[in-house]
């Protein structure tokens, strides 16, 4: 009887209590000075607009804000009225400091802290390369030294281009409405200085179902197009309106919305934009394209002075044009693994023969956006590494992790020539997976699980690299890496690389559940694994690990310790002085 009394007590005060609206930017949002955004206040009721009081530091909000908020009386999901709001869009604050905003609107109150932070007024690089394996994690990395370089009595035989970049920062990956995320709101955080929901870039997600009214910040290209001249370049081994690139230009609730990305990729217009997803760019007449209107985007780039270019081939050529923009789109979807393109020719290597790799992709952007006196940020991302460690192929995912080390390699080469130059190497996210030792085919039996090796029966993988070109000759040599994810689907695992095509870990049942791919049942001595999350999944998921983050030149001191995301972009902004009061 007590417990029940305590809990009346306690339902009555809550029932009384305030009701919280919400305010965007959110609370300990930081805030690039002079950099535009939207702030919204979000009511849980219908309330009246004289009711709404808004301060600034204890003031009426226009002496700070300087403009008049509108109000939206009701907003509706679907029939459902979700309360009443207040937006102010375009929004600048020009002076650095705490902005404690107080809202209250009848039973109503939120207060929530800014920091408006600013840059000196020199910049501390000219140019910027912010290389990002998507999905990158330590054992990635620590499987492409061994594979790529080899290893003896425990030492490894070599290192990779990121080995000698310093490990600068451990940067938190979680989203605003989760502990565990997703690509879009890893890669907004890097590229606006504001934490977002998963799915979300380049907004703050808020309750309407329209994905592209919710309030939006800057991007760093936008930052760039308003205060300097630098050239911007975009990379993807992905389709260019994948999370990772469209975050560095769009602005969505939800990151599926590929044909208005694109869209959005043209108003900002960077000088190079390389990698998959021609089908966006492409009018529904043609065959292939995914969009649901006659706009021509490869037209319309090549009608504002792109060079098009659609193979490795065609990218060489385009390279010499000296125009300074270049459209590379090399396949309608995201671009084959480097496995497949460069060795076994699987994937759909068949229908785009001809695809140039991340290196070659790099080393053209930077020769192309070099030719800028002002400078550059160019973003190069081997989105392979988290496509492939989804359904868990780990020997496509490792042999991209090498490629994406070249392309490091190619960054390094540009900044010993150019030391105005800043290298930032990270990835958005990590996945569950580790190394547990080797696999060796010739231990007896045919019970493949007896052959796995740990602690000293691991011994050593027999990778090779005769022909010196950085990549094992094979990846299903006798004594190989035994990588294991800590998460996925019901699955075979078959203890062996998957050289038919990537691997297909679950399918669908009739009871729309994912269940392990009855096609890899057969192998010799596959095992079962029982998965450990929802049916609904079918490949592995993300980690909430914290990324490592490594940085040289020119303003890497910006990148320490542990950061948030969103602190990467305030370096960034450091690195380039966006931050800087102009003047005229």
Known sequence: MRKFVAALVVSTALAGAAQAATVYPLDRATILAGSPFDFKVEFKSVVKPEDVKITVNGQDYKATLGKEVEFVAEEKSKDKVLGSAVILRGLTIANAGDYKIEVTAGSETKSVTWNVYGTDAQPKAKNVIFLIADGLSVAHRTAARIMSKGMTEGKADGRLNMDDIPPAAFVGTSATDAVATDSANTMSAYMTGHKTAVNAIGVYADRTPDSFDDPKVETLAEALRRQTKKSIGIISTAELQDATPAAVVAHTRKRGDKAEINGMLFDVKPDVVLGGGSAYFLPQSTPGSKRKDDKD??????????????????????????????????????????????????????KFPDQPGLVEMTKVALDTLSKNPDGFFLMVEAANVDKMSHPLDWDRAVVDTIEFDKAIGAAREFAAKNPDTLIVVTGDHTHGVSIIGTVDDEK?????????????????????????????????????????????PDHYETFRPKLDGPFVPAIQNEKKEYVANEQYKDVPGAVLVTGIIPK???????????????????GAEGFRGYMEQSDVYKALAEAFALGAKQTN
């Open 297 to 350: 985007y490869v037209k319309m780039f090549q009608d504002a002075g792109y060079t098009l270019a659609t193979s490795k081939s065609e990218l060489q050529t385009a390279a010499g044009t000296n125009t300074g923009k270049i459209l590379g789109l090399f396949h309608t979807g995201n671009m084959d693994t480097t496995l497949d393109r460069e060795f076994l020719k699987k994937g759909t290597t068949g």
């Open 444 to 488: 007896e039996g045919t019970d493949m699980r007896e052959k796995v090796g740990t602690y000293a029966e691991a011994g050593f993988p027999n990778y090779e690299d005769a022909n010196g070109d950085g990549y094992p000759d094979k990846v299903d040599v006798s004594r190989r890496l035994f990588l294991n994810a800590n998460n996925g």
């Open 536 to 554: 609904s999944a079918d490949s592995g998921v993300h980690a909430v690990d914290d990324i490592v983050l490594q940085a040289a030149g020119p």
